[in-house]
């Protein structure tokens, strides 16, 4: 008896230092976390540290609880807000199934952001919020370690990232919304910064992810928790901050970094402090020596190199296919609203005698595509083109490039009755650099295919609606439509109008296009991670009305001709493949259900 009183008496006092001491008595400790697989579901209590952030009831961003009171988090997740706008979750796995036996739910009382948080360069990106009340450490609750402020994650250190965040760029996690966790490796400082640019990647910070991509954090996980393994106990490294897309080639996740916030943290939280242990990596670090011009990544036909300048790309000895239709800024899609800056860096805005008159397409570092309606029959110096470019009056002066033109190439063919063979290439007066704001676009190669129903994407800053202009800034603005096949969009406009040398698209109900001013701009589809251009808007009947899709000039048709024309450095052609099946085939015009007038 008096044994069994004495082993009660020692769980009591380890459940007392477990709750008032140092948290590096508990912190770490995953019970039921018996491996580690990339990419998929997590099981049930794998990451007891990772808590979800809700912003007046609606899932927000991720955090990951470093005692029994204190939640740690990114500054711009919590920034500028109040605190009883928030509700902290715990021990939480299903966003959309609530377990009850698991589960606790805390508000927040104290918001600290890092004073020197910099919410242009997400430097500093670290914030702490203070919850109600204590919470009790369950298998299913508990605080994860911190890396202290001697850490080293080297270059390849395998590390997993949780989150409920999306599951692809624009697309949210299904339902029931399980906790979804993925492994990626260190990218060393030096080598990040040759990929995302020298100025953007700080000592504050640490990146990882596969360089082929794959695997990433995306939208919504936020502040969540970056762990690495060492001997039983995980410890975190980093806090997701930001990244270029989510999961693409060679453009890592980017996240704070921990280890260089210890003293922050601990001045801060006074009570009950958390549990900091030095991670130190193994062997060499690849990354100590690593410099920019040596970078390469591998290609189907090779590696070739890579040599990036203070954030600018340039290539040597490489094919357009290397770096064509890649959008490191479109975190998403949307129809008919503004583009956000760097989504579209292949268009370009035409302009003669420095007014905005058509789009165009950037298609290598010398050569812009537009249609020839545009500029047939016009001289050189009276145009200038404008890349990088979101808003036509102000915008962001410092990703803009305006070059004149040398050379306007109009197909030969060109009917300015018909509109057939609408297409132009025009010679840029000096090569551009390839930036975040300024690439190009893939071109849809001979044998390409686009089926009826093909979602596809047109921009430009032309009229909102028949006769309206677009409202100053005058942002680019974007629309998603869908391709209609050549028959019956020949029972739409009437026999002999569209040809085999155009493409047409819109929605049949009316109320997306393109307009007068977008004329010589891309349309665009998505194939994988690249984006490739179908058509060059051409023509239409007015904008925007039911029963008359645009028609725009088909790419695919041009590629003997654009590769004539251009002899060094041929723009990159991608074969497109639709993956619905193609109703056009079988179309004839009796079928539709109404004719136009």
């Not at 008595?25 to 697989?37: A, E, L, M, T």
């Not at 927000?60 to 706008?85: D, E, F, Q, R, Y």
């Not at 439509?481 to 739409?492: F, K, T």
């Amino acid at each position: 008896m008096a044994l069994q009183k004495l082993l009660h008496i020692l769980v009591l006092v380890n459940l007392l230092l477990a709750e008032s001491g140092a948290q590096i008595n508990v912190c770490g400790i995953s019970p039921q976390n018996p491996k580690i697989v990339g990419g998929e579901d997590a099981s049930p209590a794998s990451w007891p540290w990772q808590v979800d952030l809700q912003l007046c009831g609606a899932q927000w961003c991720g955090g990951s609880l470093i005692n029994k009171k204190w939640v740690l988090t990114a500054a711009h997740c919590v920034s500028g807000t109040t605190p009883h706008n928030w509700t902290v979750s715990l021990g939480r796995l299903q966003w959309s199934v609530k377990n009850t036996e698991t589960e606790e739910s805390r508000d927040v009382i104290k918001i600290i952001v890092h004073p020197k948080f910099n919410k242009n360069t997400y430097d500093n990106d670290i914030a702490l919020l203070k919850l109600s009340s204590s919470v009790k450490f369950t298998n299913y609750i508990s605080p994860v370690c911190l890396a202290a402020s001697g850490s080293t994650f080297k270059n390849g250190t395998s590390s997993w990232v949780t989150g409920w965040g999306n599951v692809e760029e624009g697309v949210p996690l299904p339902s029931p919304q399980t906790l979804q966790e993925v492994e990626v490796p260190v990218i060393g400082n030096r080598q990040c910064s040759c990929l995302l640019g020298r100025k953007s990647i700080t000592d504050n910070m640490v990146c990882a992810g596969p360089l082929p991509g794959g695997r990433d954090s995306c939208q919504g996980d936020s502040g969540g928790p970056m762990v690495s393994k060492q001997g039983s106990r995980w410890i975190q490294s980093g806090v997701v901050s930001w990244g270029v897309g989510c999961a693409q080639p060679r453009l890592p996740g980017v996240y704070t970094r921990v280890s260089r916030y210890q003293s922050w943290i601990q001045r801060n939280i006074k009570l009950n402090k958390p549990g900091f242990i030095q991670f130190t990596s193994r062997g060499r670090d690849p990354d100590t020596t690593f410099t920019c011009p040596h970078l390469a990544f591998l290609h189907k036909d090779g590696y070739r190199a890579l040599d990036v300048e203070e954030g600018f790309y340039t290539l040597e000895s490489y094919s357009q296919l290397d770096v064509c239709g890649i959008a490191p800024q479109n975190p998403k899609i949307v129809g008919g609203q503004d583009a956000l800056l760097g989504s579209w860096p292949w268009q370009v805005s035409l302009k003669k005698f420095g007014s905005h008159f058509c789009g165009g397409s950037l298609i290598n570092k010398n050569w812009v595509l537009s249609a020839a309606h545009c500029v047939s029959g016009s001289s050189p110096s009276m145009w200038q083109v404008s890349l990088g470019q979101l808003q036509l009056q102000g915008g962001n002066t410092d990703t803009q490039v305006s070059v004149g033109i040398d050379e306007i190439t109009a197909h030969p063919q060109y009917d300015s009755g018909t509109s057939d063979n609408d297409i132009a290439l025009l010679r840029l007066s000096s090569p551009v650099k390839f930036t975040n704001y300024i690439r190009p676009v893939c071109l849809a190669a001979s044998d390409s295919a686009f089926n009826n129903g093909t979602a596809s994407w047109v921009t430009g800053w032309g009229n909102t609606a028949q006769g309206v202009p677009l409202r100053p800034p005058q942002t680019l603005q974007e629309v998603k439509v869908s391709v209609i096949g050549n028959r019956q969009c020949s029972c739409l406009y009437g026999s002999g109008v569209i040809t085999n040398n155009m493409i047409c698209a819109g929605d049949l109900s009316g109320g997306k296009d393109a307009c007068q001013g977008d004329s010589g701009g891309p349309m665009v589809s998505k194939q994988g991670s690249r984006w490739i251009q179908s058509g060059v808007v051409s023509f239409g009947k007015s904008c925007a009305l039911p029963n008359r899709p645009g028609v725009y000039a088909r790419v695919s048709i041009y590629q003997f001709w654009i590769n004539s024309v251009i002899q060094d450095d041929k723009p990159g052609f991608v074969k497109f493949t639709s993956s619905v099946r193609d109703p056009d085939s079988t179309f004839i015009c009796r079928h539709l259900p109404f004719l136009p007038k």
